[in-house]
């Protein structure tokens, strides 16, 4: 697999050729590190991951001479839960939502808990399926990670992708991670994760290529295993609406909390072709009306065309507000645009992504509802790719007309010439 840098300050912008997945994990079972990248419109960096189970001082100097030196252990939630390690905080307002628990040493063994070989010893502890929370003080110098339900087809970070690649390796499902970084303290990124990967002999994949692996095995870890359930289904109702008579169902994300609903029009028995509405949570513009976006108007659009139809499902995804990063954070991204920067920049000036947002709870809550392949509605191409990569087949993208107002005119143009998506009646 390949992969172009376009990163902004790349000093090259060739095609960087990855290592296999079987590779990458031929090398972790066999206690060895490897280098995963993320994807670009996340951090686009890479991290230095390896079996936490078998964790040595050595790879733990290695690891800590190559990178920013914060140790992070990504973990299953029930083992954390078995060891009482609760999150490090109730309101996380980091970027990536990234799941940090208590800081640990191990209790014995150790002398000030930051040495190499102190670090190695508190990580293989919380590895061991025997450990207990009086094997641990707190806090310490290692940061476990609490990875989601579903691994990288629920969230694509390095904390899912660890895991996933420990279990894929027969070993304990925790891994470690840190972030590479250059000699003057900047992220390394492609294509110099390439060049440092290949100097100290590692294997480099991504976590899009994980990804992809995981599907191509029917979302297992390996042939034997199965995605853990991301959403659970709560509640059905009636929903009449000016548009019909419509079946909400309410759905709980199983890892984040996050409440889901999915309005079907019609008889879905058949679950093939399906007309598909995936719609991200905006309260500004769904509730209030907002002229900044056109989600309001388009989510009155797709209900329309779906009742016309005859059936169909609109899958309204909360937590995706401002495209993921939240309401308040969305407000002061519109600031920023007040001050003419654009809808991009703003989240990146703000310190978060350009969009955060995930698909799987979509998928999943369309295969519960018996939804095999659809007709989406939709004029952003990640939204289909998000979907066929969790197992729902997108028969094709039906395209939705742009509500365009004076005040969201650059805030379109910005999502078709630096997101992708397919606005050819919004004028240049």
């Given at each position: 697999m390949t992969v172009t840098d376009t990163t902004p300050g790349a000093t090259d912008t060739s095609a960087v050729v990855l290592d296999s997945i079987d590779d990458a994990v031929a090398d972790f079972a066999a206690g060895r590190a490897i280098v995963v990248v993320d994807d670009e419109d996340r951090e686009n960096e890479g991290d230095i991951i390896f079996a936490a189970e078998l964790a040595?001082?050595?790879l733990l100097a290695f690891m800590i001479r190559h990178t920013s030196g914060v140790v992070c252990v990504p973990m299953e939630g029930d083992d954390l839960d078995r060891l009482d390690l609760p999150l490090m905080t109730a309101r996380n307002e980091e970027s990536l939502r990234t799941a940090y628990t208590v800081t640990v040493d191990a209790r014995e063994g150790v002398t000030t808990g930051i040495s190499a070989a102190d670090?190695?010893?508190t990580i293989r502890l919380?590895?061991?399926?025997?450990?207990r929370p009086v094997d641990f003080v707190r806090p310490g110098h290692i940061l476990p990670l609490r990875a989601r339900p579903g691994g990288v087809l629920a969230r694509r970070g390095h904390t899912e992708a660890s895991v996933d690649f420990a279990r894929m390796a027969g070993l304990r499902p925790a891994g470690v991670l840190a972030e590479v970084v250059n000699d003057d303290g900047t992220m390394a990124r492609l294509p110099r994760l390439r060049a440092?990967?290949?100097e100290h002999g590692l294997r480099l994949v991504s976590v899009e290529q994980l990804a992809e692996y995981r599907v191509a095995l029917g979302h297992a870890l390996t042939p034997d295993q199965s995605t853990p359930p991301l959403v659970t289904r709560m509640v059905e109702t009636r929903m009449p609406n000016r548009h019909g008579e419509w079946r909400a169902l309410g759905f709980r994300g199983t890892a984040d909390g996050a409440?889901?609903?999915a309005l079907v029009y019609g008889d879905l028995t058949d679950g093939t072709d399906v007309l598909t509405r995936l719609h991200s949570e905006c309260l500004t513009g769904d509730a209030f009306g907002s002229h900044r976006c056109d989600c309001g108007a388009q989510l009155?659009?797709?209900?329309?065309d779906i009742a016309e139809e005859g059936r169909g499902v609109v899958v309204y995804l909360g937590g995706h507000e401002g495209r993921g990063i939240g309401l308040l954070?969305?407000?002061r991204a519109y600031s920023l645009q007040d001050e003419g920067v654009d809808t991009v920049d703003a989240n990146l000036r703000l310190g978060l992504p350009a969009d955060a947002r995930e698909f799987g709870?979509?998928?999943?809550?369309?295969?519960?509802?018996?939804?095999s392949s659809v007709r989406l509605l939709s004029n952003n191409p990640a939204k289909a790719e998000g979907l066929a990569a969790h197992g729902v087949h997108v028969v094709r993208r039906v395209a939705m007309p742009s509500f365009v107002t004076r005040d969201n005119i650059t805030y379109l143009r910005t999502k078709r010439d630096r997101m992708g998506h397919e606005l050819n009646d919004v004028a240049q």
């Amino acid at each position: 697999m390949t992969v172009t840098d376009t990163t902004p300050g790349a000093t090259d912008t060739s095609a960087v050729v990855l290592d296999s997945i079987d590779d990458a994990v031929a090398d972790f079972a066999a206690g060895r590190a490897i280098v995963v990248v993320d994807d670009e419109d996340r951090e686009n960096e890479g991290d230095i991951i390896f079996a936490a189970e078998l964790a040595t001082p050595e790879l733990l100097a290695f690891m800590i001479r190559h990178t920013s030196g914060v140790v992070c252990v990504p973990m299953e939630g029930d083992d954390l839960d078995r060891l009482d390690l609760p999150l490090m905080t109730a309101r996380n307002e980091e970027s990536l939502r990234t799941a940090y628990t208590v800081t640990v040493d191990a209790r014995e063994g150790v002398t000030t808990g930051i040495s190499a070989a102190d670090r190695a010893r508190t990580i293989r502890l919380l590895a061991s399926a025997d450990s207990r929370p009086v094997d641990f003080v707190r806090p310490g110098h290692i940061l476990p990670l609490r990875a989601r339900p579903g691994g990288v087809l629920a969230r694509r970070g390095h904390t899912e992708a660890s895991v996933d690649f420990a279990r894929m390796a027969g070993l304990r499902p925790a891994g470690v991670l840190a972030e590479v970084v250059n000699d003057d303290g900047t992220m390394a990124r492609l294509p110099r994760l390439r060049a440092f990967a290949d100097e100290h002999g590692l294997r480099l994949v991504s976590v899009e290529q994980l990804a992809e692996y995981r599907v191509a095995l029917g979302h297992a870890l390996t042939p034997d295993q199965s995605t853990p359930p991301l959403v659970t289904r709560m509640v059905e109702t009636r929903m009449p609406n000016r548009h019909g008579e419509w079946r909400a169902l309410g759905f709980r994300g199983t890892a984040d909390g996050a409440e889901h609903v999915a309005l079907v029009y019609g008889d879905l028995t058949d679950g093939t072709d399906v007309l598909t509405r995936l719609h991200s949570e905006c309260l500004t513009g769904d509730a209030f009306g907002s002229h900044r976006c056109d989600c309001g108007a388009q989510l009155d659009a797709a209900m329309a065309d779906i009742a016309e139809e005859g059936r169909g499902v609109v899958v309204y995804l909360g937590g995706h507000e401002g495209r993921g990063i939240g309401l308040l954070h969305k407000l002061r991204a519109y600031s920023l645009q007040d001050e003419g920067v654009d809808t991009v920049d703003a989240n990146l000036r703000l310190g978060l992504p350009a969009d955060a947002r995930e698909f799987g709870a979509g998928a999943q809550i369309l295969t519960d509802l018996g939804v095999s392949s659809v007709r989406l509605l939709s004029n952003n191409p990640a939204k289909a790719e998000g979907l066929a990569a969790h197992g729902v087949h997108v028969v094709r993208r039906v395209a939705m007309p742009s509500f365009v107002t004076r005040d969201n005119i650059t805030y379109l143009r910005t999502k078709r010439d630096r997101m992708g998506h397919e606005l050819n009646d919004v004028a240049q």
